[in-house]
């Protein structure tokens, strides 16, 4: 097992890994959200309360634990680059920034769409919604350094160190509505016990959940494939895959 983990870290056995995976992925992410969009906007019940507009969770919660989740996997990958100064943790470190950007968007349009009927305003300066503004920035701020500085390896530890220190910003969206007032809904998913959600309406969101994890993993790899065609495009194992040898 940890050979293996050894070899992944070679671009060359990490970008032939990624040629196999990917078309698994790619499958089972289509037919996870046609699952999951089905049972959130069609079998799923309507709320009692917010009615219809309830179903953006299905975009929006998803989304924001994506926003998070993609930041803690950038974090980590710039960290063992920067330490251990390994070249595909710094090309994970960097394929996942405009992804997790995307979903942190996505978590913040969808927010806004449902806040109007529900709160009455598009955006409020809320706890919840103003740290999710920031990882935004954060994620901008990672993807402008980046190509902000020419060398690649002064560039990845950079970027390395604004990521860790960038950590802090997660634990406070995730318990901003416990520590503090705030008009964005409490925990119902994640808190310790049973959800507070109903069966009907969990099991959509959980598999939607699966289904962006699935999309994330699968252009994670994509783009990871893409970085490495142009960072090794001069080797002598590239040169012979481009020419139809293993060799």
Known sequence: MWSFFHRLASPKHFYRFADRLIPWLGWSTLI?????????????????????????????????????????????????GLIWK????????????????????LALVTGSLWGKPMWGTW????????SELILLFLYLGFIALQSAIEDRRTAANACAILALVGVVNIPIIHYSVEWWNTLHQGPTVTRFGKSAMATSMLIPLLTMFLAFKLYFATTLLMRARVEILERERDTTWMKNMIMGSDE
């Open 86 to 105: 390994m070249k595909m943790a710094d090309i994970i470190a960097s394929s996942a920034a405009p992804l997790g950007a995307a979903f942190t968007i």
């Open 123 to 130: 955006w409020i300066w809320d706890a919840r919604l103003t």
């Open 32 to 80: 996870t959200f046609i699952i999951g969009l089905y049972l959130g906007l069609i079998v799923a019940p309507t709320d009692y309360q917010q009615g219809e507009s309830y179903r953006i969770i299905y975009i929006h919660v998803p989304a924001a634990w994506m926003s998070m989740f993609v930041y803690v996997v950038m974090a980590i990958a710039g960290g063992i």
